[in-house]
């Protein structure tokens, strides 16, 4: 078993509500604990079987003198995830079919340089994906916080995606790891997004502005920066025309931002109430308010704010809200803070 401090306190709080646990200690490459049932024995015995075995721990247990005597021990056995493998598969797909789906017009991979320009933002954007999954869940088996491997959304829209999640098996037991789960990711995900968009901005293209289909992608102070930067100063009347990697990037820091909204269980809500407590809740409600102004300039933001609103504003305390942050868990929890600023797109899709 690896970090056993963090992982005996995820099993703790599995099992806290089914029995009053007196001891915990390790042998043998087992945890072992002392405890009696708070319910009746038979059912918490078939629950916590239920619970642990979806964790991937075998478990046994005795009668003792002074009530039961539970071995967990990690299964061996490896387990092919096909459903996360199938639906990496599919999200791969649909992000590569995407203007083809999204039109019903697959003649459109008979234009010259069109498989490459989509295999090209399909590996990329899979690329930010990925990174910004497994940093939350690296962050999380670094804590002892028992995570599932990632579920890849596909969509037929102008992306191919609706991106992806991963499920915490266990909670979280105090506002460090909290923070350090939750920014993980985006942090992992926003440094592949700017070699994305960095690289394809190198590669884009100045066109003269009119000449694309009526929508314009918004920019946060970031992209403006890089474009500046990477791009230089663009003629009046001119604008530049991302190349696949580009708009790759461009749609990691989208999503890099939405997760950081500082609401409910999105990243962002994990961040500040790790870094704020309670007072989250009352940044959670401003935050509706402003996405409700916002959508008058891009209609996404009812949208998302609908979703956050019924799956909660608020987010949860953990069993362990006193205890101190660290240097590292305050750092990470700044820099997500300032990567949503700089991300932040007001309108990120806009008609002309």
Known sequence: MTNLEQLSRSIYYQLSDLFEISAIYYHDGRLILRARPRINQAEAIAIMNKRLKSLGFNVNFKDDAEG?????????????????????????????????????DFDYFRRPGAVAERAEFAIALMAILLFHEFGH???????????????????????????????????????????????????????????????????????????????????????????????????????????????????GLLVTMINLLPMGQLDGGHIIYGLL????????KLFVIIMAALGFWWPGWWFFGVMVFLFGLNHPPTYNDSMPLSKIS?????????????????APFILD
Do not use: C
Not at 71 to 79: E, G, M, P, T, W
Not at 277 to 284: A, E, L, M, T
């Open 137 to 251: 869940y690296l962050a999380g088996r670094r804590r002892g916080v028992l995570m599932s491997l990632p579920y890849f959304i596909p969509a037929p829209n102008i992306v191919g995606t609706f991106g992806a999640i991963i499920k915490s098996r266990s909670p979280f037991t105090n506002r460090r790891d909290l923070i350090e789960v939750g920014a993980a990711g985006p942090l992992a995900g926003f440094v592949i997004s700017i070699i994305a968009l960095s690289i394809g901005l190198y590669n884009s293209e100045i066109v003269p502005v009119g000449v694309d289909s009526g929508m314009r992608l918004g920019d946060s102070l970031l992209i403006k920066f890089l474009s500046r930067v990477i791009v230089g100063p663009i003629p009046d009347g001119f604008d530049f025309l991302l190349s696949p990697a580009a708009f790759a990037g461009w749609v």
């Open 330 to 346: 305050r750092a990470m929890g700044l820099a997500a803070v300032i990567i949503f600023i700089v991300s932040f797109i007001p």
């Open 68 to 104: 039961l005597l539970i071995a967990i021990k990690q299964s061996v056995s490896f387990k092919i995830p096909i459903v996360n493998i199938i639906l990496f598969l599919a999200t791969l797909a649909t992000m590569f079919l995407a203007p083809a789906l999204l039109s019903l």
């Open 277 to 284: 407590g309670k007072r989250q809740h009352n940044i959670g």
